[in-house]
Structure formats: C-alpha cells, structure tokens
C-alpha cells in the first residue's frame, strides 16, 4: 500500500477494508437511504457516485440522498441526471438536480440546514443504510477526520447502519486539527452547548465511530469542485459600500463597536462580495460565524481584518483553492469546522449576536422574502441556512439587486410569489439602489423605505401606484393588498416577459 | 397607609411615591414610549390606563405602548379607541386595537414575541420614558414583584427611564416566590442559560431595580380581565382525540414515551381545548413549558397529569381565578413565570424539545401557515410566539377547524394569503378531519395528506382540481401554483361570500 494512503490510514485494522470504488458502490441497495458529506461543494464524496453513475447505466435503482447542503457534480449533476435520486434533502444549487426537481423527478426537501441533525436523531430521516463520507485521514484511534466540510456527517456517521468512507489524499494533511467536532445529545436530555465566543472549541479533531460499522474505504484523489462564484461588480460594489455605511451609523447610535459583531454571510457571489467589501475598510478584529467560508474571507485574514473564522464548509474558487488548501498551516489557528447543526443553531446565533447577510431572491413592500422559488414555483437552490441565521441574528440582513433580467424583472414586487422568511425575521435590505431599515416598524411604515431606497426607478411608480390603491380598497388595513392583483407582476412577467406595465393615471 | 398596602410595600422609602392614577397619568408626555406589563389579558397595569382614557378627553396626546402580549380592555379597547395610542407591539387580540389598526389609526408591529427584549437592548424600541408594572409587592430590598405574568417587565424596568408601579393589592401574596426572573445580557457578551429543565430556576424572585427611578406608586384593586376562551365542542374534542392517538403512534415509533415532552399550548380556545384531552389519557408526570398557562393546565395539574407548569403568564377564565388565585399555596411549587425571552428562547424550546400546539387561521396545501392576517390584509391578533415555538420545537404542531363561517371558508387554500410559519417550520397539522405528519416531505408529498387528511370534505375536489391543474401548468415543478388562481380562493370569498366553486369538469 502507497505510503501516503498508510500514513492517511491510521488505524491499520481498516487495511483490509480497502476496495475500489466500483465495489463500495455495489454496496448499495435499491430504497437505501444514504447520508453523504459535503457541504457547499466542498468536501463530499466524489469516486463513489462517480461509481453509482456507471452502475445506473446496467441497472435501475433509486436512493434517498441527504447531505450538509450542495454537493459538486458528481452528485448533483451526474447521480441526479442518471435518475438514481429519488429524495434529495436539504439543499442543492447544481442546474443538473434542479432540473430533475423541476421535472418531478427528484423529491427534494428544502429545509433549514440546521434541522436535519434532529430529523436523523428522531428516525424522520432513515433508517440511513449508508452514510459515505470524505476523510483526509482516519487516526489510529478510530477518528473519521473531515476534509473541507464538516456539514451532517457527525449525525450520519453516528445513526447509519453502514459507513462507506472516501479517503482522499489530495487534501492536505493540514487539515487535521481545523475539525471541531461537538454533538449535541437527544432533545431534552442534552446540556447547553458551552460556547459563548466564535473561537471556542467545544469537541474532538475528528468523528469517532465503532470502526465495525466502516465496511468500506475507497482512495480518492478528486478536488473539490471550485465555486461558481463571479467577482463582485460595479452594483455589488455600491450594495457593500451602502452596508458599511450602515454598520458606521450603527457604531455612532452605540449598538456595534468597530470589531462590530460575528459575521455570517450566506453562499453566493453577491454575499460575499458585501464581505470583500470590508478589505478596504476601518473595521478590525473581525469574527465570522458562518456556515460557509467564501473567497472573501481568505483574503480578509490575509489582509489582517478578519482574526477568526468559524463555519461548516470551506468553498473556494479555482485560484484560492490553491492558495488556501497550499497553505494551510498558515491559516489553521484562524480556522475552524463544525458541524452544521453548531455552526448553525439558534443557541448560538442568538448568543454570539451575529450580523447576518443573505441573499434574498426578491421581495415584497412589506418586507417578506422570497429566496427559493422562481415565480412561486421553480425550485431555484433552497432556503439553506438563511433561516437559522436571519431570525436569530443580531441584524438579519438581506442583499439583492433591485432588478433582474436586464430590468425586465424587479426584485421587489407587491407581493413574494413565496415565502421563505416573514415580515417577522427581515431588519435590513439592501439593494445597489439603497438599504432599508425595517427594524422596530410597523408593515405600512416599512413601505416608503423599500420603495423609495430599495427599489428600482423604473419600478417605483408601478409599486407607489399598486400599494395606494390597496390602502384605499381595504379601507387602510395591517397589510394593504389587491388580491386579484398581487402576483399579477409574475403572471405579467410568464405572458409579456417583463413585469413593467403601463399604468393607469388616476 | 392601609395595612395591606404597607405590608405590600416592603420598602418604607418608596410610601412617599404613593399617588393617584390621574397623577401617574399625568406624567407621561405627548411622544412618550412606554413599556407595560402584561401578557395575555394578565398582570397589566389597568388604573393608569384609565386615567390616560380620562385624560384624553380634553387633551390629545399619543404614546407608543409596548407590551409583553396582549392586553386587557383598559389599554387594547379604551386606550386604543380613545386614540392615545400610536405604535403598538408586539401582540393584541382585541377587538377595539383591532379596529384601529385595520383603520390605520394604530401602527402595529406584530413580532415574535421572544424578540422584542432583544430590540430593546439595542435601542430599537426606545429609549423608553416610562415602564408601567403592575406589582403584586415591592419587597424591602428593592424587588418588584409581579402578579401574573411577567412578559417584558424586566427588560423595560431595566432600560426605561422612569418606572410607574401599579400595586394590585388583589392579587394574592401568595403570588410571591412563583416568578423566577433572569435576564440575559447583551448579546455577543451574554452566557449560556444554564436551564437543562422545565422546572428549574434560573434568577431571583422579582426584578430589581434602583428605587430613584420609581416615580409614582399606584394602588389598585382591579382583577385581570378574565380570558375569553369558549368551552371545548365536539370537534375540538375529535382533534385533541387526533393529537392524543398521534403521540401514541409516536412512543409507539420510539420517538416520545408515555411522559411526552415539554408540552407549550398557545393562547386561544383550540389550544387549551386540545390541552383538556389529556385529563383522561394515560400519559403522566407531564411538564409545559409555555407562555401562557390557560384553564386546562391547571385542570391537568388538579388531576395529577401535570407535575410542573413553566410560562410567561396565567390567564383565566372568571371561575379558574377564583379557584388558583384563591389557593395559590396549593399550586406555588408545580408553577413558575418567567419573562418572554426565557418562556419563548429558541435556545430553551431546542434543547427541551418542546411539542408545540399552535393554532393557525389558514394553511395552505404545501403547509404554510397563516396566523395573524384574515384574507392576507385584516390583522387578527398576531404572531405571538408561535413562531419561537415552532419553528424550534421537536414538533411543531398547528390546529384549526377545517372551515370556518359556517363552512363559507376553507382552512385550507391553494395558497395563503400571508405567511407567518413557512412550508419548513410546520412539522404536523391538525383538523377535526385529521392528521397531516408534514415530517421530512417535499412540497408535493405534502399535498394528498393535507387534502385527503385535514380538508374538510366539501373541499376536498376544489383543492385536488386547482392542485391538478397547478402540476399541469407548471410541468410538476417543486410547487406547483397558478398564479393567476392561487389567491382566487379569497377574491371569491369577498365577492361571493364563500370560497366554494363550481369546478368545471375535465
């Protein structure tokens, strides 16, 4: 056996378990409910669904895959393609999948991200046959250490009958260490989760099973598909300019410092450009509790403004990819890994006081977000952790541009064709036009300030016009609405492909 | 000074505070903000209230009046209707604050109900002139004693500026001992809350304050308003039946045992009918932990199901304050209040594992709830803390009557008209017609049990035509809706009066 696998292998009983991935593949059966690693593409099971796949082409079967949240390709695109997903769960952001959700192909439960660990737990998720799982080493003394995310494979590690590991040795073996493995124990029986700052370690390096469960051990040596992240632009530029001109006025009324406060910034390119933002900025000394590390963090250590990082996946492009996972020991005492349902609990949230940035897919005058479907009915990625973050934070921030689709779309309309998160949970919105407090105030004094400084121009008379016309039809109630017209701006966009019309001056 | 009152006022410094209501009421100025007391129709100030009523009759001023739920008719009917209120938070459940503020003449911020404390620490609401507390006693060293409830009344004590007592000599001092009042720090600075059981103290007996910023002494003999709860009828008894058989099959699953968990019962007449089914179950040694304990738990807690009842308030009807109020000492040991951000803490409800038995106004087919909005524009009362309560228990339960007005309305609708618990925090749903467990399904898997299981009968064919047609239109997408259709449920109930169709037949 390759010296490298030995050194990676610590526990030298599991030799024997050594197959390739065609076999650890035959493992599975038709029904099983299977629990995988990985989180945000980063840190999942690559060389066995890559297995699955051609096994598919000679055979029909189906399984339940759950995982920490999106998977890369192999999974997502190639596994749900060749029709062997028949439940997905929690969340996924891959066209191929999507594509099969949308067909009605694949049942896909979008859930909170910190959820799914008490789902397992009550047997709502499972019995899981097999949960397979990417390591960059198993020691001697029988600990599972995770790659690049640490997601839900704690709890499946623990609930499955069976466990199929992917040991890949193209990550560093730095990376043992930055694992802080905590599992909280049954509802109502467990303790409090003893963490009341970002950088506090709680548990072990790695995830202890009984190694009688592992029943198989494939070598790997496929990377992590690189994030899909596009570089910020002009307009994400402007929207974290308006964010830090917020957390100054913020530090002037006395409710932040200039460390400000634990920063989660949810996936995608707009979020984290808001955090590039901060590179050139005064604050310092900053923490992030998130559930994700993107681009922007990296270069936030680097450039000595962000003193610690804590989340449940690292996600990186192609360039930093390189530079992170090449350099490891530089960044593993900034660093830390944890399960998803620690990086993402309300305990914690709550506690911590996190400033909380997420992705909002539009909007209403009322301050109810939609960040899920597409028209109330395509399944665009999922809610993630969003939810988790945005009604425990601090600050539950949402960011999106004002418009879409070249203008044709307006991210803010009369009313959210669905509802991800309620009037209740949103404190702040920000578009490349302006932001939005909507903190303390009532749904028609949240109006004014999501047209006025959120929305788009072209926009704005059509949202005046529509939201003084249901004050006047009901007689100015809580929440003023049409209802014959209030998802009319989505039914005007599938007709004419455009939410712009013409509207009648009184 | 009477003898009661001197015995009510430990401290002897504080006799000279000791004025009338129309001088307490005096105090308070044009623009004012204020914290009162008072949870669910109990332990509100009511006297100053009234002489605020009084005093409106030849001046006009406005304050903005925060709470910790909804209050008697002192403030939510006379205060409300003589136009002395401004803003209001966090919850009502009155008709006469209704009509204002579906008038638009009242501003009201309808909010979870474990979130207002927070706002308060960060100055969002605020800063806050007068807190108004209604007390059972000061104690000789400083203590304010509450009556029966305890909501936000140390948060506002804590922050406001000045403090009026209202001292409720009719409440029974046996009320002293029952609170236990703890209260976080800010966040991001603040610890754990070391409570790992329903029945476990955290604080001390009642909220300490500096004595200088008492500035007015009220007394009062007024009894709480007493709840408005109708008796249990046939079909609430048939979903307790439901809910009872549900959590059978549960212990039968391995998931709960005969002692349950933590049970929390919101406010209204569903909810504490379904709490009176467990008088003749075979489940024992139960513990709530609630915000509001009603008649049932105190039946429950008389026939020795109950051992331990933890909430923010206690609100009776007329012949259930005679018997607790009037035998405190009998039930002083199996009670404790707490303020709403400790009843209400996602940190708590998660680590206990609550069952949390909600009411929801409408639900839609993939399980969304609406709470607070009649016809997705007309407040109803509010959120409350069934958002603290669901979306973090171990199963987040809502009831409702199948239809309403005679059958005119459908509980359940193609889409809700307001969102209050999203499709990911609705664990089951209940109806007279029966159960819908929503646990781990996608949107689609949701529909036949919602339909088949909650709807009532004479619904059942619209709801499956529009579903139907929703897969058709959309080429099964992940949830399927026609929008121009989807709130036409509600448009036909204000046209027609009802939501019933002519479904023409394919």
């Avoid at 001109?245 to 634990?262: C, H, M, Q, V, Y």
Wanted: glycine share 8%; with cysteine.
């Amino acid at each position: 056996m390759d010296a490298i696998i030995q050194k990676r292998l610590g526990n030298k009983e599991l030799e024997s378990k050594v197959v390739s991935a065609d076999v650890a593949a035959a493992l599975l059966s038709d029904g099983d409910v299977v629990g995988m690693s990985g989180f945000t593409r980063a840190g999942d099971a690559k060389v066995v669904p890559m297995a699955l796949v051609e096994r598919a082409k000679n055979e029909k079967f189906q399984i339940d895959v759950y995982t920490g949240a999106s998977l890369g390709p192999e999974v997502d695109k190639y596994l749900a393609e060749a029709g062997v997903i028949r439940k997905r769960g929690p969340f996924q952001a891959d066209a191929g999948i999507r594509n099969q959700i949308n067909a009605g192909n694949v049942m896909y439960v979008d859930a909170h991200l910190s959820h799914n660990a008490e789902l397992v737990r009550q047997g709502i998720i499972g019995p899981i046959k097999y949960a397979i799982i990417e390591a960059a080493a198993i020691t001697e003394d029988g600990y599972i250490i995770p790659t690049t995310s640490v997601g839900n494979s704690p709890i499946f590690a623990q609930y499955a009958e069976n466990i199929i590991i992917e040991l890949n040795i193209s990550h560093p073996e730095s990376l043992i260490g930055i694992h802080d493995i905590y599992v909280p124990g049954e509802q109502g029986k467990r303790d409090v989760i003893p963490m009341t700052k970002p950088n506090q370690r709680l548990g072990e390096i790695g995830i202890k099973v009984d190694p009688a469960k592992i029943k198989a051990i494939v070598i790997s040596e496929e990377p992590d598909a690189p994030s899909m992240i596009v570089p910020p632009d002009e307009e994400t530029q402007t929207m974290a300019n308006i964010l830090l001109d917020f957390f100054r006025s913020e530090i002037k009324a006395g409710r932040l410092t200039n460390t400000l406060a634990p920063i989660q910034s949810g996936v995608g390119s707009v979020a984290n450009a808001v955090l590039d933002g901060f590179a050139d900025s005064e604050f310092e000394h900053l923490f992030v509790y998130s559930e994700v590390l993107q681009d922007a963090v990296f270069n936030l250590i680097d450039a000595g403004k962000v003193d610690f990082a804590s989340a449940a996946s690292i996600t990186l492009s192609e360039e930093l990819q390189k530079r992170v996972f090449g350099n490891m020991e530089h960044y593993a005492d900034k660093l830390c890994l944890r399960p998803q349902e620690i990086s993402n609990h309300p305990e914690l949230i709550r506690r911590l006081g996190l400033i909380s940035i997420n992705t909002a897919l539009e909007l209403d005058i009322y301050g109810n977000v939609n960040s899920t479907h597409v028209s109330g009915t395509k399944m665009m990625n999922g809610i993630g952790g969003s939810g988790d973050f945005a009604r425990n934070a601090r600050l539950g921030i949402f960011v999106t541009k004002s418009y879409a689709k070249g203008g044709a779309i307006s991210s803010i309309v009369p009313m959210v064709s669905h509802v991800d998160h309620t009037e209740h949970d949103v404190d702040v919105i920000v578009t490349e036009q302006g932001i939005a407090d909507l903190r303390g105030l009532a749904p028609k004094e949240r109006v004014p300030l999501i047209i006025e400084n959120c929305a788009h121009p072209d926009y704005k008379e059509q949202l005046w016009d529509y939201y003084n016309r249901a004050v006047e039809a009901t007689g100015n109630q809580q929440t003023p609405h049409i209802l014959e017209e209030a998802l009319s701006w989505h039914v005007n966009l599938a007709k004419n492909k455009t939410m712009k019309k013409e509207i009648a001056k009184a």
